[in-house]
């Protein structure tokens, strides 16, 4: 987990709309593990090491379902500690028939895709050791590919699944965006960024510290589209941590510099996500 802490700038938390509290709590809380670490009348955070909000949801009192073809979520990712709690995972799914909407190998790590009960997508993945990482130059080399879900699964030894492990962690956020130029300049020019893999011009993928990937960036919704409503179900914001306070300013001035407004440590990107600048408590 050493690319998701300090000097590295990551992505530790989402904040979701949900169209029906109550029904994602079934999921998050029956299908996957989370417990409840705060809650309100219309919003509910959720943990798995009983301290750090990884998901927020909350229902708005005037929501509105899930907008096709918008900017805004393609998925977040959770990574797991090791291969033996992935394939407990994917048993858990087989076992109580959950849609999977894909299982993939991308050489630097193995995931599967699925969405909750308002089609909020979610990758729960494993890293295959950074050293085993290639990279030509500064990218690095990721693809999409089957693996031997069969010798996936025999990792798990038998051990039943009861939940997410605790040393769970938000490992990356992949986004809609309107425009990949735009979308660049924001994220490489301002938060400080570096592209290490890219998919001709439908895809950027942009880490800190030599990691695959902290943020996944995509037009494959559209170029040019709208960002969602303000109450649809999706993505409200997610929370980018940087190493220290130093690193922070320097970003929200580069931001402003490029004409981006940063009002309480939040900032919009041009496809209209919203993000929320916080500071490593490490």
């Known amino acids: 987990m050493k690319f998701h802490q300090k000097p590295n700038t990551f992505v530790s938390h989402v904040h979701l709309i949900v169209e029906q509290l109550e029904r994602s709590l079934s ?43 918008r900017s805004g979520l393609y998925h977040y990712a959770v990574l797991l500690p090791d291969r033996k709690e992935l394939a407990k995972v994917i ?20 995931a599967l895709y699925l969405a909750d009960p308002d089609g909020n997508g979610v990758e729960i993945y494993v890293d295959r050791p950074s050293e085993s990482w290639e990279w030509i130059g500064e990218q690095v080399s990721m693809a999409t590919e089957h693996f031997d879900l069969r010798s996936l699964l025999s990792e798990a030894n038998g051990e039943k699944f009861t939940g997410l492990p605790s040393d769970t962690i938000m490992g990356h956020i992949h986004l809609h965006v309107s425009d990949l130029v735009k979308a660049a300049e924001f994220y490489l020019n301002g938060l400080g960024f570096k592209v290490v893999y890219q998919i001709s011009n439908q895809a950027l993928f942009i880490s800190s510290g030599g990691y695959h990937h902290h943020i ?31 690193t922070r300013v320097s970003a929200i001035k580069n931001l402003e510099l490029l004409g981006y407004h940063v009002h309480d440590y939040t900032a919009v990107d041009p496809s209209g996500n919203h993000i929320l600048l916080t500071v490593s408590m490490d």
Request: glycine residues 8%; hydrophobic residues 35%.
């Open 27 to 69: 999921f998050y809380q029956g299908v996957l593990g989370f417990q409840i670490l705060d809650r309100t009348e219309s919003s509910v955070s959720l943990t798995l090491n009983g301290k750090d909000a990884l998901v927020t949801l909350e229902q708005p009192a005037d929501v509105l379902p899930k907008e096709p073809r």
């Open 216 to 246: 996944g960036l995509n037009i494959w919704n559209g170029k040019g589209v709208q960002a969602p409503s303000r109450n649809s179900v999706g993505l409200k914001y997610y929370t980018i941590v940087f190493a220290d306070e130093i």
């Open 91 to 110: 048993q858990h799914f087989v076992d109580i028939k959950y849609p999977l909407q894909g299982i993939s190998d991308h050489l630097v790590s193995e």
